[in-house]
């Protein structure tokens, strides 16, 4: 197995100011405007920096060239790459004085910014409090445990990743197979680095932004960035909850039935300050709560909301009482006579902390939610959630949307993409420079034809990438047709895959072949039958995939020390199947392997999860025979290679949509204004 390979720069202070994900980029950056001798100067910077995207839209080229000369002089003189961060980072606190100096950002968003490294003490006590508590009895981290609040200990248990795995299986249980984890008490950099890769890789499949996050970041224990990465787990855990398939009785929160879609598509956030509205309502609080920070600060929501939900725990004197602080101190007291433990203190409410404040709410949401026991109504809301092969559809698109780091996030595939926007985001994402953004609109969009529009576009950029999209149209999205929108999701995941695949094959001998669903499963299983196994799959629905064995001998193929055979079962029961299907999850992940399925994919042979899961190793696995220097990592044919089969048993073109292009859809609609040219 590669070892991993981190930027390492010099100087220490400068290396701590950027993740290795930025180093590794603006290293190649740096590399691709040197001269033929190897050099770069101050003077061959401007061009490349205005291209970047800290900077394209503050600076114009001449303006970086007035910035860079104040600072440095003579234009001419060559710099090293050390040199080059310097004057990025000059660059940067430029646009930090343009904009009226920095933001604040949440870490429960996403912690990957660079030019701020102040934590906030109060959030570090708060999630140590919380590891106490729910890893407290750990068989293994319990010797580490309980964590001093005051302390970097959470920073130095964290650079091995054991805590972090554990936690996200605290947060998202059965996550990860936790024999796959490394767990000696000293572990070499091998171990160490799969560990992070198996944290890192599972934190996306739970819906944790890791963009710019890197191991090597973990690994040195970059306070803002692990305590980004644990405060964004813990959210995950705090709000599981915040949905009707999890809690039926959310339904009273609306007062027409036709709004339980709206419901569905709000993020958990913005239902747990709804569900908070809700009673206080009911208690007679004159204001609306918007947010988990100002609106919070007097404390005087908060007595409110237990007053209404713990009466027989109330203190007729909170409501009386003038000093914030105090105030706040009763809230308190009175949330600990519910149940709810003390994981922030009065001044963090007073001080409008929005994190500890949203997982203080969080807590009390958990503890009593106070909403009906309607028969009637659970039931409604019960028969308005998928059924289970559409839910884990979902899930597994909404993850792989939010892992490719566009602006938008998903909450909800089935609401969010109906107005066409996110979908675009994510073709020019895939297949840059297709989507016309003149000709799209920006959400909050209140025209119903605007939504038309953006979703036309999206067909018909889906019909110049082949997908098969017989009589389908833009309104069918904006009507929220779920077949039809995993059937185009389907696609579009398994086109970026493919376009993955392609993007390596400049290192083989097949420069001019596109990868097909065929070259994948031959690869396979010429992988396999290479290492000395027997195991070999006739096409993506192949039932004997089900007990796990053909993956873990891939696995095993691409990486001989990543499968502990002790721990594989025959996968003859559905309990053995199980077992082999998180342990191959978790080893895929281990590698290096981005992937969003679950175990019963596995174990049901979904032809779509089975293709991805295929891919995502190939495509490591020539990742690392490109990194070790292998000549032709990627032999599209082999000499016994006959065609495969697709996913769908059809023509590799349109494999995972023709099963959807028999749909009789009007497509009345899809003759609208909108051009078919799809120019920048």
Request: charged share 25%.
């Amino acid at each position: 197995m590669s070892g991993y390979k981190g930027v390492l720069v010099s100087d220490q202070w400068l290396h701590s100011q950027f993740t290795q994900v930025e180093l590794r980029s603006l290293k190649s950056k740096f590399g691709s405007i040197k001269n033929q001798n190897g050099e770069v100067t101050f003077g061959d910077l401007p061009p490349l920096m205005v291209k970047l995207k800290a900077f394209c839209t503050t600076f114009s080229e001449e303006e970086i060239r007035r910035v860079l000369g104040e600072s440095h002089g003579d234009m001419s003189n060559e710099i090293d790459f050390e040199t080059f961060l310097r004057a990025y980072l000059n660059l940067q606190s430029h646009v930090t004085a343009r904009s009226d100096g920095p933001k604040n950002s949440s870490f429960l968003k996403a912690a990957t910014t660079t030019l701020l490294h102040t934590i906030s003490e109060s959030e570090k006590a708060s999630y140590v409090r919380h590891i106490n508590i729910y890893l407290g009895d750990d068989p293994f981290l319990k010797q580490f445990l309980p964590l001093d609040p005051a302390t970097n200990d959470l920073f130095d248990l964290a650079k091995d990743g054991v805590l972090l795995c554990k936690l996200i299986n605290v947060a998202v249980p059965g996550t990860i197979d936790e024999r796959a984890i490394n767990t000696k008490r000293v572990l070499n950099p091998w171990e160490r680095n799969e560990n992070h890769t198996l944290c890192l890789n599972s934190a996306k499949a739970i819906g944790c932004t890791v963009v710019n996050i890197g191991c090597q970041d973990l690994v040195e224990g970059r306070r803002h960035l692990v305590l980004g990465l644990i405060s964004q787990i813990i959210k995950i855990q705090l709000l599981a909850d915040l949905n009707l398939k999890k809690t039926p009785q959310l339904v009273e929160l609306v007062e027409d039935n036709n709004d339980v879609e709206d419901l569905m598509g709000l993020a958990p956030e913005k239902v747990l300050l709804k569900w908070v509205n809700f009673h206080l309502k009911k208690g007679g609080y004159d204001k609306t709560v918007t947010n988990f920070s100002s609106d919070l600060k007097d404390a005087k929501a908060f007595a409110y909301l237990l007053n209404v939900l713990a009466p027989e725990h109330c203190n007729p004197s909170t409501l009386d009482t003038k000093d914030p602080t105090e105030k706040a101190n009763m809230v308190l007291d009175h949330a600990e006579k519910m149940g709810c433990k003390r994981y922030l203190s009065p001044e963090d409410i007073v001080e409008g902390s929005s994190n500890l404040n949203l997982a203080f709410v969080a807590q009390i949401f958990h503890q009593r939610n106070g909403l009906s026991t309607d028969s009637r109504k659970i039931s409604f809301a019960e028969r308005m959630t998928d059924d289970a092969q559409t839910c884990r559809d979902e899930r597994c698109f909404r993850l792989w949307i939010n892992s490719l780091g566009i602006s938008s996030y998903v909450n909800n595939v089935f609401e969010d993409v109906r107005n066409g926007w996110i979908l675009l985001e994510v073709l020019d994402k895939v297949s840059p420079g297709l989507v016309n953004w003149k000709q799209a609109s920006k959400p909050p969009i209140k025209m119903p034809f605007r939504k038309v529009e953006n979703c036309n576009q999206v067909i018909r950029i889906g019909k110049q990438l082949k997908f098969s999209l017989v009589n389908v149209c833009g309104n069918d999205i904006v009507q929220g047709n779920k077949k039809l929108i995993v059937a185009f999701l389907g696609q579009l995941m398994r086109y970026h895959m493919l376009q993955l695949l392609k993007s390596l094959r400049s290192h083989s001998r097949n420069q001019g072949r596109d990868v097909t669903d065929a070259h994948i499963l031959n690869w396979a299983n010429m992988k396999v039958k290479c290492s000395g196994r027997t195991s070999q799959m006739e096409s993506f629905k192949d039932k004997s995939l089900s007990n796990g064995l053909f993956f873990l001998a891939l696995l095993s193929a691409v990486e001989p020390r990543v499968v502990n055979w002790n721990l594989v079962t025959k996968g003859e029961s559905d309990d053995e199947k199980r077992l082999n299907a998180t342990y191959i999850i978790s080893v895929a992940r281990k590698l290096g392997c981005s992937i969003f399925l679950l175990p019963e994919d596995i174990m049901e042979v979904n032809p779509k999860m089975i293709l991805s899961l295929t891919a995502s190793i190939m495509y490591w696995s020539m990742q690392q025979a490109i990194e070790d220097g292998e000549s032709s990592p990627f032999p599209l044919n082999t000499p016994d290679a006959s065609p495969a089969p697709s996913i769908s048993g059809e023509d590799d073109t349109s494999s995972l949509g023709g099963e959807f292009s028999h749909l009789t859809m009007d497509d009345a609609a899809s003759d609208t204004t909108v051009s078919s040219q799809f120019e920048d």
